[in-house]
């Protein structure tokens, strides 16, 4: 700290430096604290692996109908009216369908299985059974037959939507 009025070799006046205090925050902006894992976490990564899997299997249907309808990459949809066009098409979107939703449904699975770990496997386990008997559905080239497995991925998705929420809220307010 310089106490007086100094000039330096190249002519600049040098001042005294002043002590200056940065503003306190009245409370922690952030808070830390610590997650525990619970020892049944382990389901959770369980059934992460299986809906990983599950979006493999839905990858390899697709591939798989490319070559049976002769439908080339970069291609996403058939070209045309034709029963191959509209089989290869429902194949697609049903693995698009997937794809669509799995990211929220991975990251829900995961937060709500650190309260809940072993109904958060159970969810995700049953959501992921539910994508394959959407996309077999699918895949016939009749669309309505993918709504059995529609309807218990939907539940799923908006039960896990709601439950995430509501621990949300509750973790919030110290509940």
């Not at 591939?63 to 970069?74: D, F, I, L, M, Q």
């Not at 939907?154 to 995430?164: A, D, E, K, N, P």
């Not at 929420?165 to 919030?172: D, N, Y």
């Amino acid at each position: 700290m310089l106490t007086a009025s100094l000039t330096n070799n190249t002519g600049i006046r040098l001042q005294p430096a002043r002590r200056c205090s940065a503003p306190r925050a009245r409370r922690a902006i952030v808070r830390p604290q610590a997650v525990l894992v619970p020892l049944d976490y382990g389901w959770v990564m369980a059934s992460v692996a299986y809906t990983a899997a599950v979006a493999q299997w839905n990858a390899i249907q697709v591939s798989k109908a490319r070559k049976e309808y002769g439908v080339p990459y970069p291609l996403v949809y058939a070209m045309g009216e034709g029963e191959a066009a509209n089989k290869f098409n429902c194949t697609q979107r049903g693995h698009q369908n997937m794809l669509e939703t799995l990211p929220l449904q991975l990251a829900m699975q995961l937060l709500l299985g650190v309260f809940y770990p072993r109904v958060a496997a159970i969810e995700g386990a049953v959501w992921a059974t539910a994508r394959v008997a959407y996309t077999m559905g699918y895949m016939t080239g009749e669309p309505q037959k993918r709504m059995g497995g529609n309807i218990v991925a939907s539940l799923c998705f908006l039960g896990m939507i709601v439950t995430v929420a509501v621990l949300g809220v509750r973790t919030a307010l110290g509940m």
